[in-house]
């Protein structure tokens, strides 16, 4: 079946540094692919997302690549920020059901 | 947009109780959804729950454990009948508005 494997946290990073997230997907098909945040006690929300191949979503700074090749979509931001400590899910569209298992990261000053 | 409330936003209940959660809407919406989120691990899709038919169970899921009810576009409840320990976890509501997934913020339950 389908399913996303994402790298493994927490991820602990100084305030300015660069981050990126792992994701890899195994899909039947041509999934889209979304990135969820989700803030201390509030639900997830939609971060950001790829309809197709080489589709590149972008959002407050975050950018992933859809890249069929290697099957990923991989989570970048060129300089984080306190505010963005978070968990971040990948996902994928299969009728709503295949998620990430979480990173959690947090931004030190 | 949707805004998505849940009641109760957490509690502690015995084991072989039940617990009745509450998912409410701001826009009505046909498609509705009911995950667990266990700790380490990803959301996992308990039931589809769309208005005006018998939700639908994923594998592993049953009527008689979980049973749904969907009375309007807005609101949903799940129970999370004779409950044991391991039935600790995080319960989210979703929907879907547009093209758009939206989420609540959760029912954390800590069954003893």
């Known amino acids: 079946g389908d399913s996303v494997t994402q790298m493994e946290g927490p991820v602990t990073l100084s305030e300015e540094a660069f981050l990126t997230i792992n994701c890899t997907y195994t899909?039947?098909?041509?999934?889209?692919l979304f990135w969820y945040v989700q803030y201390p006690g509030e639900g997830l929300q939609l971060l950001l997302k790829?309809?197709?191949?080489?589709d590149k979503g972008s959002n407050k700074g975050f950018e992933a690549t859809y890249r069929k090749e290697t099957t990923s979509f991989h989570l970048e931001k060129g300089s984080v920020q306190v505010s963005d400590s978070a968990v971040y899910f990948c996902?994928?569209?299969?009728?709503?059901?295949?998620f990430g298992t979480g990173t959690k990261l947090q931004v030190i000053p | 947009s949707a805004v998505i409330s849940q009641k109760p936003s957490r509690d502690i209940c015995q084991r072989g109780t039940s617990l009745t959660i509450q998912c409410q809407v701001d826009?009505?919406?046909?498609?509705m959804f009911w995950y667990r989120q266990q700790p380490g691990q990803s959301l996992t899709l308990i039931a589809t729950a769309n208005q005006g038919s018998e939700a639908t169970y994923e594998s592993g899921f049953v009527i008689d454990k979980f049973p749904i009810s969907r009375p309007n576009l807005t609101f949903s409840t799940l129970t999370v009948s004779n409950m044991s320990p391991e039935d600790s976890s995080i319960y989210l509501c979703?929907?879907?508005?547009?093209?758009?997934?939206?989420f609540g913020p959760g029912t954390r339950l800590t069954v003893t």
């Open positions: 899909a039947t098909g041509y999934p889209s």
């Open positions: 996902a994928l569209s299969d009728h709503y059901r295949t």
């Open positions: 979703s929907v879907v508005l547009g093209a758009e997934q939206y």
């Open positions: 826009s009505q919406v046909t498609m």
């Open positions: 790829a309809t197709k191949a080489d």
